[in-house]
């Protein structure tokens, strides 16, 4: 069993900063891409940023130079810092994982619950 384990949520003023994190836990044998979604009420769910296991990169236009992914491997936990907020960031955050539990089952993606981020005055 593997579950995807959030926290770092919450309410914060606009320009302000938040740092979401997401341990991985139970049968895992390796771990390859990880990344942050988000989705606010209307809208569909978006990538917000991803990295793989080496470490490569990749964001949202809307979030470039405020927003940072980093990953722990030896950890199984991913990390997204938030600088700078805007009103339009607020949404339900969701970390994702590529992950393969044992040698024997392919890679398989996994889902954290989510955790809520209101930029709010």
């Known amino acids: 069993q593997v579950q995807l384990v959030e926290s770092g949520g919450g309410l914060v003023q606009p320009g302000g900063s938040l740092r979401l994190s997401c341990a991985a836990s139970?049968?895992?044998?390796?771990?390859?891409?990880m990344g942050w979604y988000r989705q606010a009420p209307g809208k569909q769910r978006e990538l917000v940023a991803g990295?793989?296991?080496?470490?490569?990169?990749n964001y949202s236009d809307s979030v470039k130079g405020r927003f940072t992914i980093s990953r722990d491997n030896a950890k199984n936990t991913v990390y997204l810092q938030m600088n700078s907020l805007k009103p339009e960031d607020t949404a339900v955050y969701y970390c994702?994982?590529?992950?393969?539990?044992?040698?024997?089952?392919?890679?398989?993606?996994?889902w954290g619950q989510g955790t809520q981020v209101t930029v709010s005055s």
């Open positions: 994702n994982a590529d992950i393969k539990r044992t040698v024997y089952i392919r890679t398989r993606n996994y």
């Open positions: 990295i793989t296991r080496d470490g490569v990169t």
């Open positions: 139970g049968s895992i044998f390796s771990i390859n891409g």
